[in-house]
């Protein structure tokens, strides 16, 4: 599994849960960067069209979702940044002092 169908799974768990109407951003979602923090990584979004617009919103969602990933021992917490109205950043890290792995092959998203 691609680091990008991970980051999709997370990304639409959190939207589902907590933001519905950011359903209609996600085939204008394109990755612009990734950068490890060693305990985890941040990934960074651009917009390949614009997207439909409804709030110019500054929220953090996603702090109520879990992942058990199989190379952490600890799990995964996931934040997602919304500034004016568009998904910016989904930052993914480590329950723990593990380092992000470099590759994730099994995994299950679950609400805490």
Same mark, same amino acid.
């Given at each position: /599994?691609?680091? #990008? ?22 085939? *204008? ?6 950068? +490890? ?8 979004? +651009? #917009?390949?069209? +614009? ?27 996931? /934040?997602? *940044?919304?500034? +004016?109205?568009?998904?910016? /950043? ?23």
């Amino acid at each position: /599994m691609s680091s #990008y169908e991970f980051e999709r799974a997370v990304i639409e768990h959190i939207i589902e849960k907590e933001a519905p109407k950011y359903k209609k951003h996600l085939p *204008y979602l394109l990755v612009d960067r990734r950068e +490890n923090t060693g305990s985890g990584i941040y990934v960074y979004f +651009n #917009y390949s069209d +614009n997207p439909p617009l409804f709030s110019s919103e500054n929220r953090t969602i996603g702090q109520s979702v879990y992942a058990e990933i199989e190379s952490l021992e600890g799990g995964a917490g996931f /934040m997602l *940044y919304i500034d +004016n109205g568009q998904l910016t /950043m989904l930052e993914s890290f480590s329950h723990g002092l593990e380092p992000w792995p470099d590759h994730i092959s099994k995994f299950e998203i679950q609400d805490l």
